[in-house]
């Protein structure tokens, strides 16, 4: 299982892909969510899509306030969940890093 994020740029495109393994992420007691702290690169408008692949059904993922809801499903394998695109603003130069928390997924 994996999340991958691609980064649109006005209109060029500029790639800066993360492709994050879901074991990476961490889970915390009492919770139903996984998180983890990411760096991408700042701009104030940057368009980012986000893809996730898992047999899940359709786990949710938020970027710090920005909460994803899945707009495609693939049903071929392996099994890709495609966010649509979404703004997320990053001010330069002070952020950066970021918080990706998905729930109603399990790691195990």
Excluded: C, N
Aim: charged share 20%; glycine share 4%.
């Amino acid at each position: 299982m994996a999340v991958s994020l691609v980064g649109v740029f006005g209109l060029s495109v500029i790639r800066h892909d993360r492709i994050i393994p879901l074991k990476h992420l961490s889970d915390h007691p009492a919770t139903d969510w996984l998180e983890m702290v990411m760096f991408l690169p700042p701009d104030a408008q940057a368009l980012r899509r986000i893809w996730l692949m898992t047999p899940h059904l359709e786990p949710k993922i938020s970027i710090d306030e920005v909460i994803l809801t899945p707009k495609k499903i693939t049903t071929t394998k392996p099994r890709w969940i495609d966010y649509g695109t979404a703004e997320l603003h990053i001010q330069p130069p002070l952020r950066g890093f970021t918080q990706l928390r998905l729930t109603g997924l399990a790691l195990w």
